[in-house]
């Protein structure tokens, strides 16, 4: 089994192989998965000190600072993330839909159900405001380290950014299976040299490993109170990146990616952190203020100064590239689940499900970037904009948590209750310290969460308004059997009328008998049904239904992880005639015109809204795959 498939297979069983299939995938993790959190030693310290709430870097804040981030990493990511929310998977996927989809199947018709799901939208809206800050603000954070090697660079670190996100993006539409046997060993290297870094410089000090004491980040609340509660919105830097180990588990499987955080990634990045306080600490006061602007790249002898930033500059490459990946897949789930209109998906590998592409997300995302890079022109005010989105999302994450806990593992109340108390004190202490980054730059990624929020259910709402509205209006199938045999002439051939709701006459036929007045011999009204799991198997996909007359009810289901194929599904039916031949059989489809109306159901803004999504979303017929010379389309006009 080649590493794609292997990670293709483990996708869909959920599981992680043993020996050298799990150093396999525990290294291409590396690559990925780790790459937000990865990059985080660029900026995250320096922005504790020399941020918005800047501290002076004596030994109180230094070791308070590093005790913190030493027990942010292990509350928020070992216990939270690595321990207990990666063995909530949905059949081996991870992240919020697919937590979301987990409690919806196995908690339906629960009081709270409705609220749940309004979080678990909200969290991938926040999700959609972090994928924009990160490639802006790994990569400036990147290339201002050519400002250390030589001060006269700094001109050129807007260009030079501007120029690597627009290489970073245009290249998507290309595929990243080739460039990512690289991202593995690159962050390999990169880690390796966080850890050697860091290791130079506690060997000179020693005594700095007493940050790891969880006493020193009580003395530091103790002394400065108001002041390190706002720390809290820079160490959670620290942490960013936290919720994509969870998101990234269909990937690889979790056993991987424990083994990669636990035995490498964890003890680099502490390592790399010790190391910069340690640094700062050797230093006099006024060295030691203009050192903590930059203090990652100075941790290297200045002849291996450029070396580091262009390991740097391929780190947060990789981590930006894991990240819009991830907006590509997270798009596709929120398609498949109904919370988005459907849009083109181009597959860039032909052996890997999950190499996917959807340009109008990517062109998206490029603008935004690079109008955030132009806006906010430092990696230092853009940190001002990061960390509301993760802290919201991981907010949300415990709530979800919470659910699983106490609802579908039933764990012991006491002990589910004192872990879930932790996490919400954790959880709310960062996401209230990054609020009053608001003013300075906090309300972006609130901002684009908000629009998103409100376009995902503005559109989940309006389908379900316009599935009603047609069930409604819709004809019993065998009163309509009955009456249009008798009527209709028959002609050759198999029409596939596609219709949202299994139940009724679709109005494509309706419209179909209406003026062409003929029915073929074979009539299939189908259904495709996006399932609660990311993948149905064979054995399960097709439900079929025999109405008498030649009419047949076909209902095809989809995980949401999988891209629905209408042709080939149907080559699998054999209990309703002949096998089906795309010369022989046509596709109705039904084109609807929404027209807003002051009936009770959504605000007349919002219905306006969800018709404009509605007229910009791809054409079934492409998005099921349909042969395009063999598909007829008919209007027609529905009130919601």
Same mark, same amino acid.
């Given at each position: 089994?080649?590493?794609?498939?292997?990670?293709?297979?483990?996708?869909?069983?959920?599981?992680?192989?043993?020996?050298?299939?799990?150093?396999?995938?525990?290294?291409?993790? @590396? !690559?990925?998965? =780790? $790459?937000? *959190?990865?990059?985080?030693?660029?900026? %995250?310290?320096?922005?504790?000190?020399?941020? #918005?709430?800047?501290?002076?870097?004596?030994?109180?804040?230094?070791?308070?600072?590093?005790?913190?981030?030493?027990?942010?990493?292990?509350?928020?990511?070992?216990?939270?993330?690595?321990?207990?929310?990666?063995?909530?998977?949905?059949?081996?996927?991870?992240?919020?839909?697919?937590?979301?989809?987990?409690?919806?199947?196995?908690?339906?018709?629960?009081?709270?159900?409705?609220?749940?799901?309004?979080?678990?939208?909200?969290?991938?809206?926040?999700?959609?405001?972090?994928?924009?800050?990160?490639?802006?603000?790994?990569?400036?954070?990147?290339?201002?380290?050519?400002?250390?090697?030589?001060?006269?660079?700094?001109?050129?670190?807007?260009?030079?950014?501007?120029?690597?996100?627009?290489?970073?993006?245009?290249?998507?539409?290309?595929?990243?299976?080739? @460039? !990512?046997?690289? =991202? $593995?060993? *690159?962050?390999?290297?990169?880690?390796? %040299?966080?850890?050697?870094?860091?290791?130079? #410089?506690?060997?000179?000090?020693?005594?700095?490993?007493?940050?790891?004491?969880?006493?020193?980040?009580?003395?530091?609340?103790?002394?400065?109170?108001?002041?390190?509660?706002?720390?809290?919105?820079?160490?959670?830097?620290?942490?960013?990146?936290?919720?994509?180990?969870?998101?990234?588990?269909?990937?690889?499987?979790?056993?991987?990616?424990?083994?990669?955080?636990?035995?490498?990634?964890?003890?680099?990045?502490?390592?790399?952190?010790?190391?910069?306080?340690?640094?700062?600490?050797?230093?006099?006061?006024?060295?030691?203020?203009?050192?903590?602007?930059?203090?990652?790249?100075?941790?290297?002898?200045?002849?291996?100064?450029?070396?580091?930033?262009?390991?740097?500059?391929?780190?947060?490459?990789?981590?930006?590239?894991?990240?819009?990946?991830?907006?590509?897949?997270?798009?596709?789930?929120? *398609?498949?689940?109904?919370?988005?209109?459907?849009?083109?998906?181009?597959?860039?590998?032909?052996?890997?499900?999950?190499?996917?592409?959807?340009?109008?997300?990517?062109?998206?995302?490029?603008?935004?970037?690079?109008?955030?890079?132009?806006?906010?022109?430092?990696?230092?005010?853009?940190?001002?904009?990061?960390?509301?989105?993760?802290?919201?999302?991981?907010?949300?994450?415990?709530?979800?948590?919470?659910?699983?806990?106490?609802?579908?593992?039933?764990?012991?109340?006491?002990?589910?209750?004192?872990?879930?108390?932790?996490?919400?004190?954790?959880?709310?202490?960062?996401?209230?310290?990054?609020?009053?980054?608001?003013?300075?730059?906090?309300?972006?990624?609130?901002?684009?969460?908000?629009?998103?929020?409100?376009?995902?259910?503005?559109?989940?709402?309006?389908?379900?308004?316009?599935?009603?509205?047609?069930?409604?209006?819709?004809?019993?199938?065998?009163?309509?059997?009955?009456?249009?045999?008798?009527?209709?002439?028959?002609?050759?051939?198999?029409?596939?009328?596609?219709?949202?709701?299994?139940?009724?006459?679709?109005?494509?036929?309706?419209?179909?008998?209406?003026?062409?007045?003929?029915?073929?011999?074979?009539?299939?009204?189908?259904?495709?049904?996006?399932?609660?799991?990311?993948?149905?198997?064979?054995?399960?996909?097709?439900?079929?239904?025999?109405?008498?007359?030649?009419?047949?009810?076909?209902?095809?289901?989809?995980?949401?992880?999988?891209?629905?194929?209408?042709?080939?599904?149907?080559?699998?039916?054999?209990?309703?005639?002949?096998?089906?031949?795309?010369?022989?059989?046509?596709?109705?489809?039904?084109?609807?015109?929404?027209?807003?109306?002051?009936?009770?159901?959504?605000?007349?803004?919002?219905?306006?809204?969800?018709?404009?999504?509605?007229?910009?979303?791809?054409?079934?017929?492409?998005?099921?795959?349909?042969?395009?010379?063999?598909?007829?389309?008919?209007?027609?006009?529905?009130?919601?």
């Amino acid at each position: 089994m080649s590493s794609s498939e292997a990670v293709q297979h483990h996708a869909v069983h959920g599981h992680a192989p043993e020996g050298s299939g799990l150093l396999k995938l525990s290294l291409g993790a @590396v !690559g990925v998965v =780790f $790459g937000d *959190i990865g990059t985080s030693p660029l900026y %995250a310290f320096r922005e504790t000190f020399a941020g #918005h709430h800047p501290l002076t870097p004596d030994e109180l804040h230094i070791l308070g600072v590093l005790s913190l981030i030493f027990w942010s990493m292990m509350l928020v990511v070992t216990i939270k993330y690595v321990s207990i929310i990666m063995r909530a998977d949905n059949k081996g996927e991870g992240g919020s839909l697919a937590l979301l989809a987990l409690i919806n199947r196995t908690a339906q018709n629960k009081r709270w159900t409705k609220g749940i799901v309004l979080l678990g939208v909200f969290a991938t809206a926040l999700f959609f405001g972090d994928c924009m800050i990160t490639p802006a603000m790994s990569v400036m954070s990147a290339v201002e380290g050519l400002t250390v090697v030589e001060s006269g660079f700094e001109p050129l670190v807007l260009p030079i950014s501007v120029g690597i996100l627009i290489a970073l993006f245009m290249i998507q539409a290309h595929g990243t299976a080739r @460039v !990512g046997l690289f =991202f $593995g060993p *690159i962050m390999a290297v990169y880690f390796i %040299a966080l850890a050697v870094l860091g290791l130079m #410089h506690i060997a000179a000090d020693p005594t700095i490993l007493r940050a790891l004491n969880p006493w020193y980040a009580v003395q530091f609340f103790m002394t400065d109170g108001f002041t390190a509660f706002l720390a809290l919105g820079s160490v959670v830097l620290a942490v960013t990146g936290a919720e994509a180990l969870y998101a990234d588990m269909g990937h690889f499987g979790r056993n991987p990616i424990r083994v990669s955080w636990m035995a490498f990634v964890l003890p680099a990045l502490m390592l790399n952190y010790l190391g910069q306080g340690a640094m700062i600490l050797s230093l006099d006061a006024a060295t030691a203020a203009e050192a903590i602007k930059n203090p990652f790249f100075l941790l290297a002898p200045e002849e291996f100064r450029l070396p580091l930033v262009l390991i740097a500059m391929a780190a947060t490459v990789i981590a930006s590239q894991a990240v819009i990946t991830g907006a590509f897949s997270v798009t596709q789930q929120a *398609i498949q689940l109904g919370f988005i209109p459907r849009l083109r998906i181009t597959h860039t590998s032909a052996s890997t499900a999950g190499q996917i592409y959807i340009p109008a997300i990517n062109w998206a995302l490029m603008v935004m970037v690079i109008l955030l890079v132009l806006s906010f022109q430092t990696s230092s005010n853009l940190a001002a904009a990061y960390g509301i989105a993760v802290t919201g999302a991981m907010l949300v994450d415990t709530f979800l948590l919470a659910v699983v806990l106490f609802s579908l593992w039933r764990w012991n109340k006491l002990w589910a209750g004192f872990l879930v108390a932790v996490f919400l004190l954790v959880d709310i202490a960062y996401f209230a310290a990054n609020l009053t980054k608001v003013p300075d730059g906090g309300w972006f990624p609130l901002l684009v969460g908000f629009i998103a929020f409100t376009m995902l259910t503005t559109w989940a709402r309006g389908r379900f308004l316009m599935i009603e509205r047609m069930r409604e209006a819709a004809m019993p199938v065998q009163v309509f059997v009955k009456s249009a045999v008798s009527s209709a002439t028959r002609v050759p051939g198999t029409a596939v009328f596609m219709t949202s709701t299994p139940e009724g006459v679709p109005h494509a036929l309706l419209h179909n008998l209406k003026h062409n007045k003929v029915l073929h011999d074979r009539v299939i009204l189908l259904t495709v049904k996006i399932e609660d799991v990311p993948f149905v198997g064979d054995g399960n996909r097709v439900m079929l239904e025999d109405l008498d007359q030649g009419f047949y009810r076909v209902i095809l289901r989809y995980g949401f992880m999988e891209e629905p194929d209408v042709p080939a599904g149907l080559a699998g039916i054999s209990d309703c005639g002949p096998k089906f031949k795309m010369m022989d059989t046509s596709f109705f489809l039904a084109r609807q015109t929404l027209l807003p109306s002051s009936r009770p159901g959504m605000a007349i803004w919002r219905e306006k809204l969800f018709a404009w999504m509605l007229r910009n979303a791809e054409s079934a017929m492409e998005f099921f795959k349909l042969p395009t010379n063999r598909v007829v389309e008919l209007g027609s006009q529905v009130e919601i």
